[in-house]
């Protein structure tokens, strides 16, 4: 019934590609929509804005009571000069990169901008990379790999330890809080502008000059050094000007609240320069999508009733939990929502039906979800659902400016991507750019794809998992482990937030569940207590809600790379020190599955006891 109540409208094209077919059986795929010319520099998104809007928020950091403080954009503009001219009066340049350690902050954004619009390069690296680790290996390889001239910190007792691991002969070391040997305060940065100076070298700026180097997650070895051009990040936020997130900063003012981390793509590049593009204002969310940390998204949401909610799938699992009874949350949520989006992993057909309800029930019209595909390689962006649709799990089409290769794999098709946002090699390192290109120069990302109407090919792509993520059981039955965590989320909901999936080789397929908040509150009460990354669930109620439920599934589900023939409910928290979980609050599976193996190598034995969900 509520398929007939329409979406709120969306002032969006509708999809336009080209699709052509190889003889090998590949597909080429394009957007019709010509992308055009783009900014040089990406300095001039936020020079725009200034000089329009001096006085609109650019950045506001979430507190408490009153305590909210913003930065505008003539301020913002005003000390990126500022910074920019003690770093060319000091020498830096394009060969003298800027380590930003620590997370979202003014001083961090700042910072970034004064260098980025002169041509020094940052390298924003994960804060886990200084404050999770034993050894600072991964910080010592990023220093290592990069040289960086300067290392930024926000607080020196947090990260004092880190620095005084990697610091070298003649670095600067700058902090905003605290100090530590051999450093300078933050507003050291703070002083005169030489204007002339700085113009001339944000004029020499152009598309090939090195903004930024990115480190993807690093999920197995260390991670790889992306290389981020301001083509790249100028021609991506033209792909989203065109098809997604049109400019109108009187008509439609975009206020975003968002926690999303700077060092990564999708907050980095697509947010961080995206306010920027569209003059709008983002608020610097203190909360999180884990357990203990949402209350405070919660907080900021009905405070700042953003213009779109954009986030990971397990916060909209969160939030529909608190919107759905809490009536004056919903009520300030959908206020001035025009659209919500969601990335990192595909959300469940459950919480987009929820979302409905609610949106029905408060606006009148249902809510357009947006989602797309990318990665640090792409500059977070590919391709993209930008026009109302029914379906989740779809990844869309390429945005204007991209070209799509799909490669026959089994029964769908690996996707490769190229586009003046796409890098064009791996920095420092050739062997893995030789490895990671093909022939005709098309990113090989590892992804895997099929159409969501082979007839109709502009309904789009829909998103099958990782090549290396599907596997075999050993009748060589093929387990598409991206579809098959979807709809095992759906038959757990609401008692499992996500699920793990092994059986490489083996003989069935087994699962490791992610219980709710919600469950393991309920496993408190009745005196649960993890001892371990090995500790399951063993309360007999409990367990019944998991093993009722995929009884269910499995009446329906009765082929072997569906059924599920034994199952675990984990006790204890995923890890983002041991990469189980990314900074963006997705699973990381094949890390779960080496870091817990004890729990695989026990749904596969012949053990029998009651914590073990048995349906063999």
């Not at 003649?170 to 040997?181: F, H, S």
Request: charged share 25%.
């Amino acid at each position: 019934m509520s398929q007939t109540i329409p979406f709120r409208k969306l002032d969006r094209p509708l999809p336009d590609i080209s699709v052509k077919k190889v003889n090998d059986g590949s597909y080429l795929i394009k957007s019709n929509i010509a992308i055009g010319e783009y900014e040089k520099n990406a300095a001039s998104f936020w020079r725009e804005a200034a000089a329009e809007y001096p006085n609109r928020a650019f950045l506001v950091k979430c507190g408490t009571g009153d305590e909210w403080p913003e930065l505008t954009y003539g301020q913002a503009r005003k000390k990126a000069d500022q910074i920019s001219s003690w770093l060319l009066g000091n020498g830096y340049g394009a060969d003298t990169p800027v380590m930003i350690l620590s997370g979202n902050s003014f001083a961090h954004a700042l910072l970034s901008m004064g260098a980025n619009q002169v041509g020094i390069p940052i390298v924003p690296v994960s804060p886990s990379f200084s404050l999770m680790s034993g050894d600072f290996s991964k910080l010592r390889y990023a220093v290592e790999l990069t040289a960086p001239r300067m290392i930024f910190a926000e607080d020196a007792k947090l990260y004092g330890p880190a620095i005084d691991t990697v610091r070298q002969a003649g670095m600067d070391i700058v902090l905003a809080q605290g100090d530590c040997q051999e450093s300078m305060v933050f507003e050291t940065l703070l002083g005169d502008i030489d204007g002339e100076v700085v113009e001339k070298a944000v004029a020499a700026v152009d598309g090939d000059t090195l903004a930024k180097i990115m480190f993807t997650s690093g999920s197995t070895g260390m991670p790889k050094a992306v290389p981020n051009t301001h083509r790249m990040i100028c021609s991506s936020q033209k792909m989203h000007q065109l098809i997604s997130e049109p400019r109108d900063p009187e008509g439609n003012p975009n206020v975003v609240l968002d926690w999303l981390p700077w060092h990564h793509t999708f907050g980095g590049n697509v947010n961080f320069f995206g306010i920027m593009r569209l003059a709008g204002t983002l608020y610097m969310d203190d909360g999180k999508p884990i357990p203990g940390q949402f209350n405070r998204t919660i907080a900021n949401l009905e405070r700042v009733k953003p213009t779109r909610f954009s986030s990971v799938p397990t916060a909209f699992s969160f939030l529909l939990d608190a919107l759905e009874t809490d009536d004056q949350l919903a009520t300030a949520f959908f206020e001035r929502v025009r659209i919500c989006q969601y990335g990192g992993a595909a959300l469940s057909q459950e919480l987009f039906e929820r979302m409905q309800v609610l949106s029905i029930k408060y606006t009148g019209v249902r809510m357009p979800f947006g989602t797309g595909w990318g990665s640090t390689e792409t500059t977070g962006t590919g391709t993209a659902v930008y026009w109302e649709t029914e379906k989740v799990g779809l990844i869309g089409v390429p945005y204007s400016g991209v070209e799509v290769k799909l490669v026959p794999v089994a029964d769908k098709y690996e996707i490769r991507i190229r586009g003046p946002h796409v890098h064009t090699g791996y920095y420092k390192r050739p062997d893995l750019t030789e490895t990671y290109f093909d022939e005709d120069g098309f990113y090989c990302i590892g992804d895997a794809v099929k159409f969501e109407d082979q007839k109709n090919l502009e309904q789009g792509l829909v998103f099958s998992g990782r090549v290396s993520e599907d596997f075999k059981l050993a009748n060589g039955t093929w387990v598409e482990t991206g579809s098959l965590r979807l709809t095992l989320i759906d038959a757990l909901d609401p008692v499992a937030r996500d699920v793990v999936i092994a059986g490489h080789d083996r003989e069935d397929m087994t699962i490791l569940i992610v219980p709710s908040e919600g469950v393991m509150k309920q496993a408190a009460e009745a005196s649960f207590k993890a001892d371990g990354p090995l500790s399951v669930l063993t309360e007999e109620t409990i367990l019944a809600a998991f093993k009722d439920r995929l009884e269910a599934y499995n009446r329906v589900n009765g082929g072997k790379s569906r059924f599920v023939a034994r199952a675990l409910v984990m006790g204890a928290a995923l890890s983002a020190d041991k990469n189980e979980i990314t900074d963006k609050q997705y699973i990381n599976q094949s890390a779960v599955l080496q870091n817990r193996a004890p729990l695989v190598e026990r749904l596969y034995s012949e053990e029998t006891s009651s914590e073990i969900l048995d349906f063999t």
